[in-house]
T-cell receptor
Framework: AQSVAQPEDQVNVAEGNPLTVKCTYSVSGNPYLFWYVQYPNRGLQFLLKYITGDNLVKGSYGFEAEFNKSQTSFHLKKPSALVSDSALYFCAVRNSGYSTLTFGKGTMLLVSP | DVKVTQSSRYLVKRTGEKVFLECVQDMDHENMFWYRQDPGLGLRLIYFSYDVKMKEKGDIPEGYSVSREKKERFSLILESASTNQTSMYLC???????????????FGAGTRLSVL
């Protein structure tokens, strides 16, 4: 079965500093990986996805993610954090044979001014 | 833009009531999903549907049922609500085809259900 792990419940970073939100995955076959963001009292919004191709994927709001097959990781990154980036971030992997996704437990990102 | 609309943002129901949560999407997506979101547990899939009148159980279907009579509408039903079903419920939809958009799920704003 596919699974993803987000090892940090919370990440704290100062505005202007680079940020990383970690995700590792376990899949059989080629991984289809996603990042979503959830702002307070809202649904999830798609940020970016990796299917094949370049290991560095660019997405919305200046976010990017680095796919590393040997480390089975798909970390979310941004060069310079904004206070408005404070939100809950979810990593997800597509389940083989279906259109369903398995989500991680989420990581709260707090960006301080 | 894709729009997924959940009929209620907040609901308060009593134990034993039958509860209907409605979800409508306007992008002709084949797939629709119901999740519940609880702190520390992330999102857990309750049911999904890949076509009209089709449904598949997700990871936690117990105590729930679904209905998909039209392509754009997917309803979640709590047959007899219990306090442990107090949660945030999220609906999503996705396309089956299309290289760039395939498998991207689009979410509604959520329904926060309290069962007293």
């Amino acid at each position: 079965a596919q699974s993803v792990a987000q090892p940090e419940d919370q990440v704290n970073v100062a505005e202007g500093n680079p940020l990383t939100v970690k995700c590792t995955y376990s899949v059989s076959g080629n991984p289809y990986l996603f990042w979503y963001v959830q702002y307070p009292n809202r649904g999830l919004q798609f940020l970016l996805k990796y299917i094949t191709g370049d290991n560095l994927v660019k997405g919305s709001y200046g976010f990017e993610a680095e796919f590393n097959k040997s480390q089975t990781s798909f970390h979310l990154k941004k060069p310079s954090a904004l206070v408005s980036d404070s939100a809950l971030y979810f990593c997800a992997v597509r389940n083989s044979g279906y259109s369903t996704l398995t989500f991680g437990k989420g990581t709260m990102l707090l960006v301080s001014p | 833009d894709v729009k997924v609309t959940q009929s209620s943002r907040y609901l308060v129901k009593r134990t034993g009531e039958k509860v209907f949560l409605e979800c409508v999407q306007d992008m002709d997506h084949e797939n629709m999903f119901w999740y519940r979101q609880d702190p520390g547990l992330g999102l857990r899939l309750i049911y999904f549907s890949y076509d009209v009148k089709m449904k598949e159980k997700g990871d936690i279907p117990e105590g729930y049922s679904v209905s998909r009579e039209k392509k754009e509408r997917f309803s979640l039903i709590l047959e007899s609500a219990s306090t442990n079903q107090t949660s945030m419920y999220l609906c999503a939809s996705s396309k089956t085809s299309g290289r760039s958009s395939k498998n991207i799920q689009y979410f509604g704003a959520g329904t926060r259900l309290s069962v007293l």
